[in-house]
Structures are given as structure tokens and as C-alpha cells.
């Protein structure tokens, strides 16, 4: 019911900044808890960002406050992710994904639509 297609990412050099966007086709966008996760090579997915289906409440892991932050537009049916201040250890395949569960939620599980990834690749 819910299709996500993520853009934005690229390779930008460390202490730069990079805006992922993540557009959502379907009728009922404003439903949706949405959040953003993160895959680096070897390591396990793990939870970056997540936003509440009107926009007034968000979460962020610990190693991307002050740095990162997750916005939407419900009228664009897009969610963004500001990335600013970024590290080598950024680098990841980087996912949107969407659940009805009440939220924010950092529980991958709780997601039931995903992306198919974008690439972020800090250099130092």
C-alpha cells in the first residue's frame, strides 16, 4: 500500500553536509510514523531517526544528536533527514521506512514498508 523512494545521498567530504528526501506514493501519508535507519558494510541495521505522523514529536540515536535532523511534509508526502556535521563513520546505505504504529519508534520492527536505500559516503 505504501511505496518509498529515498534520494539525496552522495559522497561529500568530512564536515560536510548532505539532505536525504524520501517521497512516499499512496493516499494516506499523514498515517504514517516514519523513520530513518542506517546499514554500514559488516554491521547490522540500526536506527537513526524517527518522526510522528504529524510532525510534532521526533526521536534521534545518540550518535546523531545535534547533528541530524528529520522533518516532514505531509502535503509533499516526503520526510527528509538534514545530515550536517558528518563523519567518516556516516558512511551507510541509508533507508526510509514507514509503520502505523504510533510514534516516533526507533524499533526497526515495528516498520512495515521500506526503501530501497540510499548510499552516503564520507570521505576524510
Known amino acids: 500500500q505504501v511505496q518509498l523512494v529515498e534520494s539525496g545521498g552522495g559522497l561529500v567530504q568530512a564536515g560536510g553536509s548532505l539532505r536525504l528526501s524520501c517521497v512516499a506514493s499512496g493516499r494516506f501519508f499523514s498515517s504514517y510514523t516514519m523513520g530513518w535507519f542506517r546499514q554500514a558494510p559488516v554491521k547490522e541495521r540500526e536506527f537513526v531517526a524517527s518522526?510522528?505522523?504529524?510532525?510534532?514529536?521526533?526521536s534521534y540515536a545518540d550518535f546523531v544528536k545535534g547533528r541530524f535532523t528529520i522533518s516532514r511534509d505531509n502535503a509533499k508526502n516526503t520526510v527528509y533527514l538534514q545530515m550536517n556535521s558528518l563523519k567518516p563513520e556516516d558512511t551507510a546505505v541509508y533507508y526510509c521506512?514507514?509503520?502505523?504504529?504510533?510514534?516516533?519508534?526507533?524499533?526497526?520492527?515495528?516498520?512495515?514498508?521500506w526503501g530501497q536505500g540510499t548510499q552516503v559516503t564520507v570521505s576524510s
Open positions: 521506512a514507514a509503520t502505523l504504529v504510533v510514534g516516533p519508534t526507533g524499533n526497526q520492527y515495528n516498520y512495515k514498508y
Open positions: 518522526i510522528s505522523k504529524s510532525g510534532g514529536s521526533t
